[in-house]
């Protein structure tokens, strides 16, 4: 099946240098962003195509910017049109964690350190030009669960109370988040490149950072929507970092099982929306790991508000499936 060009996109890499290169489409994410590979002789870079009104490849080219000044590698930024949703930047390569580690299993620890490690280093930093993780946007990506996981199993639930769960278990971290840490928000296996060595790490997707809590980074490199982190293998890493980062360990578990909660229950109801809307039902498949993760995290004492709404309003044997099945 042929894939069509993003417009435009002939002249902007003649004015990038990049005239008569040729043009690889990648597999695409979960977002309306596209990637290609671009190739002329021995050099190779990447094309995102955000297009607006859809995307908007501003925030990208931003933090990426302040991470490289920061000493931390994102892709250097070759070209741009943000008009037209084009921004050329460097090839990190095929050497992504994920899936390294299916090749190299062995290795896990140590990738997995130097990742932990990679954030301990990211959270030294200033906290940045970027917007504070507040409240209000921790209940709007919550309740994406009950917006799109509940009507697509056919629940009725308690909306209301739903929210009010959320704002008793997370306003305890709000304080603890201050003055706070640059949040990349989808830290994981599939966004961590690894740049000839393992302890050199390339960032992706960071489009949507925030300032926010140490924690969050953290649960999502460890609790993976998309790969099994062994259960031994989060506990130490866990300890890695809160050794390194010399915080209080007991609040700050009880804040990674707060942030492990929401996220997980912000994934499913996105997964659900990238199947109802999008037309991408593979996501599914990778609901019953993320509903696992979230009981776990709901087996927290720190969550004890939002697992009494679950006890409430999702049904048992929904959860004994982990989430259920869908018609697709």
Excluded at 172 to 197: K, T, W
Excluded at 218 to 246: C, H, I, K, W
Aim: glycine share 6%.
């Amino acid at each position: 099946m042929s894939v069509s060009l993003p417009d435009g996109v002939e002249a902007f890499l003649e004015s990038a240098g990049w005239a008569g290169a040729a043009i690889e489409p990648l597999a695409g994410d979960a977002s309306f962003r596209r990637y290609f590979r671009i190739t002329r002789g021995e050099k190779t870079a990447m094309l995102m195509d955000a297009p607006p009104p859809n995307e908007d490849p501003g925030p990208f080219v931003r933090a990426a910017r302040w991470l490289d000044a920061n000493g931390l590698r994102a892709p250097r930024i070759y070209a741009e049109d943000l008009d037209r949703g084009l921004v050329l930047i460097e090839d990190f390569g095929l050497a992504r964690m994920r899936d390294y580690l299916d090749q190299w299993p062995d290795d896990e620890r140590e990738v997995y350190q130097n990742a932990v490690d990679t954030l301990v280093k990211l959270h030294d930093l200033p906290a940045g030009p970027f917007l504070d993780y507040d409240l209000a946007e921790y209940q709007r990506e919550a309740r994406l669960f009950v917006d799109w996981y509940c009507p697509a199993q056919n629940l009725y639930v308690d909306v209301a109370g739903y929210v009010s769960a959320w704002e008793e278990a997370l306003k305890p971290l709000l304080a603890r988040q201050r003055p706070g840490v640059i949040v990349l928000r989808d830290y994981h296996a599939e966004n961590i490149m690894l740049l000839g060595s393992l302890q050199k790490q390339g960032l992706l997707d960071f489009q949507d950072a925030l300032i926010g809590h140490r924690a969050y980074d953290l649960v999502s490199l460890l609790q993976d929507a998309r790969r099994d982190v062994p259960t031994d293998v989060e506990a130490e890493m866990f300890e890695r970092y809160v050794n390194a980062a010399g915080v209080q360990r007991d609040d700050f578990l009880a804040d990674y099982a707060r942030l492990g909660a929401q996220r997980n229950a912000k994934i499913v109801g996105i997964f659900v929306r990238l199947w109802k809307r999008d037309g991408k039902p593979r996501y599914l498949d990778l609901i019953p790991r993320v509903w696992r993760l979230l009981e776990l995290d709901l087996s927290h004492a720190a969550l004890a508000p939002v697992a009494r709404w679950f006890d409430s309003n999702i049904p048992a044997e929904l959860r004994e499936a982990n989430g259920g099945s869908y018609a697709v």
